[in-house]
Nanobody, 120 residues
Framework: VQLQASGGGLVQPGGSLRLSCASF????????VGWFRQAPGKGREGISC????????HYIDSVKGRFTISKDNAENTVYLQMDSLKPEDTAVYYC??????????????WGQGTQVTVSS
């Protein structure tokens, strides 16, 4: 099972990036998919997620209004559009997919990290 995270890079403060989380063998339509980040010397924090069915989105306060998470079912990809980036957004970003079945079984998958650096 693979989740592929991509789209990181170096951007100036105020700039934008779009991260992608794709899978070749998970139907992300059914999964709750989240984005986490880990800054140097800090723990990993969840910043946004988009649920399966019914679909809803959630953000932590520090990114609310600047980041937008979306799911493209045709592309089987979850995106994180990041605007108005700040130096404190610098981190390695990870995507995560979770499915909980009606029997209570839980399946968790992580993608590899993608580095986002916000600096002038």
């Amino acid at each position: 099972v693979q989740l592929q995270a991509s789209g990181g890079g170096l951007v100036q403060p105020g700039g934008s990036l779009r991260l992608s989380c794709a899978s070749f063998d998970l139907n992300l339509y059914s999964y709750a998919v989240g984005w986490f980040r880990q800054a140097p010397g800090k723990g990993r924090e969840g910043i946004s997620c988009i649920t399966g069915r019914p679909m809803s989105t959630h953000y932590i306060d520090s990114v609310k209004g600047r980041f937008t998470i979306s799911k493209d079912n045709a592309e089987n990809t979850v995106y994180l559009q990041m605007d108005s980036l700040k130096p404190e957004d610098t981190a390695v970003y990870y995507c995560h997919a979770r499915l909980v079945t009606s029997f209570g079984q839980r399946y968790d998958y992580w993608g590899q990290g993608t580095q986002v650096t916000v600096s002038s």
